[in-house]
């Protein structure tokens, strides 16, 4: 899975080993100038290149304007509407200038196929202002479907009237954007204390109104449990929601008295897929008692989470609620993860924290959560629990009425240290 800075790291790699997007002529600046329009004398080829390769180099753009303003290098691209694309250029800006200001990237789509005429909008990347190190200004844009060109431009701004302002740029990218993974961490179809039956459903929605979507389903159950190794596929048509009932047990992966977490990874340069699923007992028809689970961006992963409102019942199950809970780890690495119970009204510490280590691609769930933490005497409705880890995972709470089987699925948020 990846989130956009996952891209952005994916994108610069790619630049670092020479693999730039072919979309964009001479982008690596191995030829001169060719390939770019500009206006004397702003733009100047030189040998210096961000790789360090001695067969390419990089511009050198002088702003030298007497009044606040930007000068460019740009280039028309013909493409395909309706998709989102990454770019970026890398730049470098030397410090102890006597002017300030920025060097970035924009893209500005067009109706035509030539860059002629009024552009749809523009799309600005992220700026570097100094420092003197080859930096990635990098951005993301959706193109309209009526798009046939796109302008991409590197920019530089100079502040004030007087002086100049320069920065270098190498290695430009206008790329499809890379594939993205929505994760929904916890779901069921599973027989649980006091012969409750937790059972998901799930929902996917193609947003796009001209692309189909392919879209790769892996099921990720908790450890000790058996679940199918390969990946699910299945197509939506531009504006279509599919349902699948009971989506761990019958509905698409086959794997009942299991649970674990969900990954639906799509291609976000169509379109946008958005996911929801609802997690239940009892069975249909009967009338059922449920709670929303999301499915969340690969940027919602975090290293530490705050989760409010747990509650236990001294252990047992006569009453009150019990409190589960677990983790998804999204990596292709180990992750180091801490479980630690406070009392809600004190701040102080309940039982003792929990330290697990997850495998790649794990999803493990601590069921009473208080009795692993050492706390199971504990009968309360106001405690909570921070989770951390060594590398960003989905972290997740389940708290269950003990009477009726009815779950609350409790959504983190970040903490402060």
Known sequence: MRS??????????????????????????????TGWSYQEPIALWTSQDANGSP???????????????EVTLRQCVTLSGGRTYDFGAKAKVASGQAATGGARTRVLP?????????????????????GGEWSSVVGSVDVPADAKSLSFLLVLLKNGSTGQFQASFDDAWLVPAAPTTLTVPSSA????????????????????????QTITARYRCFTGQACPPEAKT?????????LYADVVGPGLF??????????????????????????????????????????????????????????SNGGSTASGFRSNAGAYNPGDSSVSVTFTLYNGPTGTVLG?????????????????????????SAVTTNAYLVVTASAPVFPFVTVIDNQSGDS????????AP
Not at 55 to 69: P, R
Not at 234 to 242: G, I, K, N, T
């Open 254 to 311: 086959a794997a009942p008295e299991t649970a674990g977490a969900i990954e639906l990874t799509y291609d976000r340069s169509l379109g946008q897929v958005s996911a929801a699923s609802r997690v239940y007992t009892p069975s249909l028809p009967a009338p059922t008692n449920g709670t929303a689970v999301p499915a969340l961006e690969s940027a919602e992963a975090r290293t530490r989470t705050l989760f409010v409102g747990l509650g």
């Open 234 to 242: 299945f197509l939506l048509a531009p504006r279509q929601s599919m």
């Open 4 to 33: 956009f800075a996952a891209r952005v790291l994916l994108l610069a790699s790619l630049v670092g080993s020479r693999a730039v997007a072919q979309s964009l002529v001479n982008a690596t600046f191995s030829s001169g100038l």
């Open 110 to 130: 067009y109706p035509t196929e030539n860059c002629s005429g009024p552009y749809l909008f523009y799309k600005t990347s992220s700026s570097v202002a100094g």
């Open 55 to 69: 067969v390419s180099g990089s511009v050198l753009v002088t702003n030298t304007n007497t009044a606040t303003s």
């Open 408 to 415: 609350v699925w409790v959504r983190g948020v970040a903490d």
């Open 352 to 376: 003792r924290p929990f330290t697990r280590t997850w495998a790649p691609h794990e999803a493990y769930q601590i069921n009473n959560v208080f009795a692993v933490l050492e706390a199971a």
């Open 189 to 212: 179809s599973i027989h649980g204390n006091g012969s409750s039956f937790f059972h998901s459903d799930l929902w996917v929605m193609n947003h796009s109104p001209s692309h189909g």
